[in-house]
């Protein structure tokens, strides 16, 4: 895809535009492409992306991917500044949704496709908050995913034979309630399943610093420093605080069996 760096009304002119943040890339999202792609788009399409500073559902990079596999191949990043954006607008149309539609003149042919009014980042959020992620997952339309860098951490994993990858993660960007999850990651070509631990860790510390950490089922390798992508399927437990490392051993290894039992469906 070709980054806009600057975007004018001379350039927009005759051209046909898309708005949104995209953020959370959920059904609604793809609808809203889908019809742009069918009824509106021409050779000076642009989609202006409205870049979110918090609540982040999606990372720019899965963003971009999104759009560019619908064939998008023009995009602005804006700075979510409606000023900004009425003072550039000059377009054939617009196609954008209803949260975006004060930001923009109502002299241009200005197309707000129906969509689903119970799909918003907010009801998104509040599911991912109350813990519920087979509800936000659904909203979605797919596997809610979280990306971050491994970094270094305490290492206990690894002494009772269970390492982890830890994830150094934007704290700007919306984590699931505390607990155990069963996920999926990509590492080099091959799918890994594991068992994903969001919260502190009371057993070891009593650090109320909430950690991103995945047991990676039959994987062994170094992925300290590789940016990593995981796709959370389903809430297993809550957190708990365990006598010992041995103790927290045997329930990471009942885990492992609930995680592997209904992931198969989900791998060849």
């Given at each position: 895809?070709?980054?806009?760096?600057?975007?004018?009304?001379?350039?927009?002119?005759?051209?046909?535009?898309?708005?949104?943040?995209?953020?959370?890339?959920?059904?609604?999202?793809?609808?809203?492409?889908?019809?742009?792609?069918?009824?509106?788009?021409?050779?000076?399409?642009?989609?202006?992306?409205?870049?979110?500073?918090?609540?982040?559902?999606?990372?720019?990079?899965?963003?971009?991917?999104?759009?560019?596999?619908?064939?998008?191949?023009?995009?602005?990043?804006?700075?979510?500044?409606?000023?900004?954006?009425?003072?550039?607008?000059?377009?054939?149309?617009?196609?954008?949704?209803?949260?975006?539609?004060?930001?923009?003149?109502?002299?241009?042919?200005?197309?707000?496709?129906?969509?689903?009014?119970?799909?918003?980042?907010?009801?998104?959020?509040?599911?991912?908050?109350?813990?519920?992620?087979?509800?936000?997952?659904?909203?979605?339309?797919?596997?809610?995913?979280?990306?971050?860098?491994?970094?270094?951490?305490?290492?206990?994993?690894?002494?009772?034979?269970?390492?982890?990858?830890?994830?150094?993660?934007?704290?700007?960007?919306?984590?699931?309630?505390?607990?155990?999850?069963?996920?999926?990651?990509?590492?080099?070509?091959?799918?890994?399943?594991?068992?994903?631990?969001?919260?502190?860790?009371?057993?070891?510390?009593?650090?109320?610093?909430?950690?991103?950490?995945?047991?990676?089922?039959?994987?062994?390798?170094?992925?300290?420093?590789?940016?990593?992508?995981v796709f959370l399927y389903l809430p297993?437990?809550?957190?708990?605080?365990?006598?010992?490392?041995?103790?927290?051993?045997?329930?990471?290894?009942?885990?492992?069996?609930?995680?592997?039992?209904?992931?198969?469906?989900?791998?060849?």
């Amino acid at each position: 895809m070709i980054e806009l760096k600057n975007i004018s009304k001379k350039l927009l002119r005759n051209s046909s535009i898309i708005i949104n943040s995209f953020n959370g890339i959920n059904s609604e999202h793809r609808k809203m492409i889908s019809f742009f792609n069918k009824n509106i788009k021409n050779e000076s399409s642009i989609a202006i992306v409205v870049e979110e500073k918090k609540n982040l559902l999606s990372t720019k990079n899965q963003i971009l991917e999104f759009l560019d596999s619908y064939g998008i191949e023009k995009y602005f990043n804006l700075n979510n500044t409606a000023c900004e954006l009425e003072s550039i607008l000059d377009a054939s149309y617009i196609v954008t949704s209803k949260e975006f539609y004060s930001y923009i003149d109502k002299k241009f042919e200005l197309i707000i496709p129906e969509f689903n009014p119970e799909l918003t980042d907010k009801k998104i959020m509040s599911h991912l908050k109350k813990g519920e992620l087979i509800k936000a997952n659904i909203l979605l339309d797919r596997k809610y995913s979280v990306t971050g860098t491994v970094i270094h951490g305490k290492q206990l994993g690894r002494t009772v034979g269970m390492p982890t990858a830890n994830l150094e993660i934007n704290p700007n960007f919306v984590l699931p309630a505390n607990g155990v999850y069963a996920s999926l990651s990509k590492i080099d070509g091959k799918t890994y399943i594991g068992v994903t631990n969001i919260g502190n860790r009371p057993t070891v510390d009593n650090n109320t610093t909430i950690t991103f950490e995945t047991h990676y089922i039959d994987f062994e390798g170094d992925l300290y420093g590789r940016e990593m992508e995981v796709f959370l399927y389903l809430p297993i437990r809550k957190i708990k605080k365990f006598n010992t490392l041995m103790d927290v051993k045997k329930q990471v290894n009942k885990d492992i069996i609930i995680t592997k039992k209904y992931m198969r469906k989900f791998i060849s």
